[in-house]
């Protein structure tokens, strides 16, 4: 092959792929990557991709052909590709499915069946003692694992190279009919799955089979995860444990099953440190599963895992799941499993965690493939400064001072967005603004020292008080910068 200066790729000798941003073909090109490939570094002009072995493996549970990975990244490269990358490349895709677990013919309850492509592979993983610790002999020289060891087999195997297919299947939960509803229950419009959230759902469900319920999917922020999260609810029925990193996660998960399905509320409990409610849908924190009283004492509500006949378990945001719930993962591999997460590169670096303890990625779609993202409008309103203002300097560096035609046209748009419920951010203006909105827009003044929201009362009459009208509700969403307050106005 010869040398082609004018393509995007370079694909270095370590592993590396750069990526000229500016190319005409820079989309595509990334698009491609991301398959089986991790963004590493992302500088303006230059991105650094890397290719490693989890990072193949997640390409082969896709079903990624070696031969057409490989064309089609000499296809992109400038120059022709290392020896020894397509050499991983080949080897790596190759050894997925080596080694599978099958249901075991004559003692399912107790036993898995180890299946080895060739003898040369039995060998070698029972010559390595963190996996044969785990193995006993079977029928025919043949090799097994008890089932309580499935997770951390796999977890074991994978940390030795040697990537787990599991085909073993699941155990059914209790059932439930949950169905997806045809308008929201909240504002009584047409509701229904985009196409790339029912392609993800079913790419992960796999119709029941036994090479689908487990598995992360990755989809950008604003995509809809929480909506593939549904959707695969639906396709399951059965009870389901969903687990999101924060309060205002759980909230938003309840929030959206109740609008979006055909349960109600009786049917959906919140499991936090605030109230313990096992429902048929229960949507739980990972600090609660995670509380225990001191480093010696042992994890109290790690039993949630087992108490509620759970068919399925969602983790949202994955890739923050704390390293204690991979152990209660790896006890609870009959259970189907749904990671969902933007990103699968973990601070810890456990990402191969989970690869075994959750499932492969089985779905990936770019966002700029996702053409129902919202498009983003920005508008620019210039207002007038006073003539007093403008004649002192000190006035204008006054931090609680600011321009009455600022005021004004706050108050236009707030006003405006409250018809609509729609959010705003404001942040920073100064404090004076903020105090004027406050009193006339929201509840309450959020900003980083906000602990909690609560209504203010406002005096009816001498030494009386009573609560406001409730006309709005104000969140806060993130901290940026010094004082930003960004306020959901809900009708």
Known sequence: ?????????????????????????????????????????????????????????????????????????????????????????????????????????????????????????????????????LMVPDINKNWAVPAGYRGLFKQRSLQAGWPVEDLVGFEQGEPLDLSLRKETKSKEHPFAPRDYQWEAANRWFQDGRPSGGCGVVVLACGAGKTIVGLTAMSLV??????????????????????????????????????????????????????????????FEHIHLFNDGGWGLIIYDEVHLLPAPVFGATASIQGKRRLGLTATLIREDGREGDVFSLVGPKVYDLPWRSISQLAEVLCHEIRVPVPTYMLEDLGLLEDEDTDSPSKEATLNNTTSSASEHGDEIFYGPHTKKTLKKIEQQH????????????????????PGESTPRKKQTKAHIHRTIVSNPVKIEIVK
Not at 251 to 256: A, G, L, N, S, V
Not at 268 to 274: F, I, N, P, R
Not at 452 to 457: G, H, I, R, S, V
């Open 1 to 133: 092959m010869h040398d082609r200066p004018n393509n995007p790729l370079i694909v270095q000798g370590d592993g590396k792929i750069l990526l000229e941003t500016k190319h005409p073909q820079a989309s595509e090109a990334r698009e491609f990557l991301n398959l089986f490939a991790e963004l590493k570094e992302s500088p303006p002009s230059l991105h650094t991709f890397e290719v490693n072995d989890l990072s193949l493996w997640n390409a082969a549970c896709s079903g990624l052909d070696e031969n057409a990975l490989i064309d089609k990244l000499a296809g992109f490269s400038k120059y022709v590709i290392p020896r020894e990358i397509e050499a991983q490349i080949r080897r790596m895709i190759r050894r997925y499915g080596m080694i599978k677990l099958l249901p075991h013919p004559k003692e399912p309850q107790k036993l898995l069946r180890l299946y080895f492509l060739t003898p040369y592979i039995a060998k070698k993983i029972a010559d390595t003692p963190s996996l044969s610790s």
């Open 442 to 461: 929201a509840q309450a003044l959020l900003n980083k020292n906000t602990k909690t929201l609560t209504e203010k009362p406002t005096a009816s009459g």
């Open 237 to 298: 029925k059965q009870k389901t444990l969903i687990l999101a990193n924060n309060q205002t996660a759980v909230d938003q998960w309840i929030r959206e099953i109740i609008d979006k399905t055909g349960l109600d509320e009786s049917m959906v409990g919140s499991y936090t440190a605030q109230s313990k409610e096992i429902r048929p849908i229960t949507v739980a924190t990972y600090q609660i599963l995670t509380w225990r009283r001191n480093k010696n004492s042992h």
